[in-house]
């Protein structure tokens, strides 16, 4: 038995764990809606733009960290799927990134950091 030390613990590591390999996951359409992110350079911001089914703009999310935005998604209803919910995580921390290094973000491709 093994251990996995962090800053403020130790975890036992069993031999017999098991060990899962992660398979990409089919795309599947939230039923609430889905987003446009992009990065705002002009105000330094990141936005969402919540789009219903209808393919119509709802609401605008503006703000500066991926984590005071993600807690607005859920805390308006706006999320439905967790699979939703961490893919928006995802996109959110790239356009972060993004802006903050002075990187290009496109919503769901890879951030290209040189």
């Not at 038995?1 to 962090?6: A, D, E, L």
């Not at 098991?18 to 936005?47: C, M, P, S, T």
């Not at 939703?84 to 802006?99: C, T």
Request: negative net charge; hydrophobic residues 40%; contains cysteine.
């Amino acid at each position: 038995m093994g251990q996995i030390k962090g800053k403020w613990w130790n975890i036992d590591l069993p031999d017999n764990v098991e060990i899962i390999e992660a398979k990409k996951h089919a795309w599947v359409q939230d039923k609430v809606g889905y987003f446009l992110v992009r990065v705002n350079r002009e105000i330094q911001k990141i936005e969402v733009a919540f789009c219903g089914n209808d393919h119509k703009i709802r609401k605008i999310i503006i703000g500066n960290h991926p984590e005071e935005i993600y807690y607005t998604l859920i805390r308006e209803g706006l999320i439905s799927l967790l699979e939703h919910a961490a893919n928006m995580g995802s996109e959110l921390q790239k356009a972060y990134l993004a802006l903050n290094y002075g990187l290009e973000y496109i919503q769901d491709d890879d951030l290209i950091v040189r």
